[in-house]
């Protein structure tokens, strides 16, 4: 989908560009101030990271997150009816717009001991990388421009959003881009996500994610032997979808990640269970995979003795949807992901193109500019309570965003 963004000689000559952007007065004291920030942004990290963000749980941060866009001055600041927090950078009107987004909910469960130390350069906490440290970027990003006096040719909205984790299953994207006001002007999104500057995403890994149950009528292991056993059938569904093959290119995994069922080893079980997680950059393939598990299932199912699958049924299966993330292959050649590259080549980062699942599925799925790039810094042990982020060279990360957000949305001189 072309920009509708004013910079197009930007975004055929990035590299003149961004060379000419960085040779401004107003963007070195940008990048100095980014510098000189780094105490404030590690209190900032350690604070967010103190406060319990569990999926369908980031009410707190929601809250502390306005009350910082509130402090730097950002407009129209507000929350939406999920939690995802907004402010803009200039007074908003309907012209397209750049967002920049980092998600606030963590993998962490409540009730999670969310200390943070600090070691030198190294700060420590459930979630101080994974997604404080992108959360940090953004503030860091809304603080420099707001103080700068760069003039900006389009508008930039800074978004914390919710529900990017796990069950959380892109709640919050899928939102904005569905039932908001936010799915016509949201026309670019880069997505940070956290820690590093080497990456930058491409290709949107989708995943397809079911719970299958089987149920019949249970009994005894010796005197009811011979009745339909959903173990086993459970068994028999999954080895027989698991001898299917996938495709190498476009990569295309499956995992049966949880099963259980049964009460005791002398009875029949009256229900088996099973959770399945596929995985594909190709809307296509992820079709095939999926439709090839209800077949698998179905046969499991038909192999049933007529007399308990017919009449009220009493051998039966059901196959929910848990988990649902657009896939979208290229988006390689966008002027977003030509500009990061541009950036890094000018700030002699060596950066490549990442094959993964984050917040910009949503928008990539729907063909708009989007892109994942980390926050800066370094980061480990994400989603363990052993995480660490090292803040050393984190403003390389700042100045790389700061950079790319100026040649996307351009500047008057
Ligand atoms: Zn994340």
């Not at 509130?70 to 007074?91: I, K, M, R, S």
Request: glycine share 10%; aromatic share 6%; hydrophobic share 40%.
């Amino acid at each position: 989908m072309p920009s509708r963004f004013s910079a197009e000689t930007a975004a055929s000559l990035p590299q003149k560009e961004i060379a000419r952007l960085a040779e401004m007065r107003a963007v070195h004291s940008a990048f100095l101030y980014l510098h000189n920030q780094e105490m404030e942004f590690r209190r900032w990290q350690r604070e967010l990271t103190e406060i319990p963000a569990p999926p369908f749980g980031e009410a707190a941060r929601s809250h502390w997150l306005r009350e910082r866009f509130t402090a730097l001055g950002l407009e129209q600041v507000h929350q939406d009816e999920l939690g995802n927090v907004f402010g803009y950078l200039q007074p908003p009107s309907s012209a397209p717009l750049l967002g920049m987004s980092a998600h606030l909910d963590t993998v962490f469960p409540l009730g999670t001991r969310l200390e943070t130390r600090e070691e030198g350069n190294r700060l420590f906490g459930p979630g101080i990388s994974d997604n404080a440290a992108g959360i940090v970027a953004i503030l860091a990003l809304a603080s420099a421009l707001k103080r700068s006096e760069l003039r900006l040719s389009s508008n930039v909205v800074f978004i914390g959003n919710v529900g990017e984790e796990g069950e959380g299953d892109l709640r919050g994207m899928r939102h904005l881009f569905s039932s908001s006001p936010w799915k016509e002007t949201l026309q670019s999104l880069l997505v940070i996500d956290g820690a590093g500057t080497d990456t930058y995403v491409t290709q949107a890994l989708g995943s397809r994610r079911f719970e299958i149950t089987f149920r019949g009528p249970g009994g005894h292991s010796w005197s009811d032997f011979g009745i339909p056993n959903p173990i086993l059938l459970l068994s028999r569904a999954l080895a027989r979808f698991s001898e299917g093959e996938v495709p190498q290119s476009p990569r295309t995994t499956f995992n049966v990640g949880v099963i259980h069922g049964g009460t005791s080893v002398n009875s029949i079980p009256e229900s088996a269970t099973a959770r399945v997680d596929l995985r594909s950059a190709s809307r296509e393939e992820l079709q095939r995979l999926e439709a090839r598990l209800h077949e698998c299932v179905n046969e499991a199912w038909s192999e049933v003795a007529l007399p308990y699958r017919a009449g009220d049924a009493k051998v039966r299966f059901a196959i929910e949807t848990i988990g649902d993330r657009p896939a979208a292959e290229s988006a390689g050649d966008s002027r977003m992901v030509k500009v990061i590259r541009a950036v890094d080549a000018h700030l002699g980062i060596k950066s490549i193109p990442r094959l993964a699942s984050t917040d910009a599925n949503v928008p990539l799925a729907l063909g708009r500019e989007a892109t994942t790039i980390g926050s800066g810094g370094d980061g480990g042990g994400a989603h363990t309570l052993r995480e660490w982020f090292d803040c050393t060279n984190r403003d390389l990360g700042l100045k790389r965003i700061l950079l790319t957000v100026l040649t996307l949305t351009g500047v008057n001189e």
